[in-house]
């Protein structure tokens, strides 16, 4: 994939709502970030974007072990570690342990059709011993199911 003509504004080929996790990743570069999303996909594309930035990040999937999470989560738990951990939310949200207060920006990339997953995903950063304020972005495409989703039912 060329990511050669990538600007500040917008990258090409690339969906809005990506476009908007990496604008506003970008926008609060010393605030330490936590990016759910269901798809390993949609992790690829954000690893790559990141990368295309030189933003630092990690990233923990269902094919992470569980020796490396534990590397990957003590290193970004440090203050000179990576300002973006991705995760995949089945990952981040299922750990009932896993406490991650050092982050101050949680992203929720899609709406869950399960409210608690993406509350426990949040959770994770709105434990105690929490002392910021947390910034929770939820992204969600207009004129689509996804809007749909969070709509109260009409009767």
């Known amino acids: 994939m060329n990511l050669s003509n990538i600007s500040q504004e917008g990258y090409p080929g690339f969906s809005s709502k990506l476009n908007a996790v990496v ?7 010393s605030s330490k970030h936590l ?10 594309l954000l690893q790559l974007l990141l990368a295309r930035q030189a933003v630092p990040n990690s990233r923990i999937d269902g094919q ?12 970004f738990s440090r203050e000179d570690g990576p300002g973006v951990l991705l995760l995949s ?6 750990k009932n342990s896993l406490t991650l207060t050092v982050a101050d920006r949680v992203h929720i990339v899609e709406p869950q059709w399960n409210p608690s997953v993406e509350e426990q995903a949040i959770g994770r950063a709105l434990r105690i ?6 910034t929770i ?6 004129r689509t199911v996804e809007e749909v ?7």
Do not use: C
């Open 129 to 134: 011993g929490q002392h910021r304020n947390v």
């Open 35 to 44: 990016v759910f999303t269901s798809w390993r996909l949609t992790l690829d």
């Open 89 to 94: 939310i089945a990952t981040g949200a299922l």
């Open 149 to 155: 989703m969070l709509s109260p039912a009409k009767h």
């Open 23 to 29: 604008n506003n990743i970008r926008s609060s570069p």
């Open 64 to 75: 992470t072990s569980f020796a490396e999470r534990e590397v990957i989560l003590q290193r």
């Open 137 to 142: 972005y939820k992204y969600i495409a207009k």
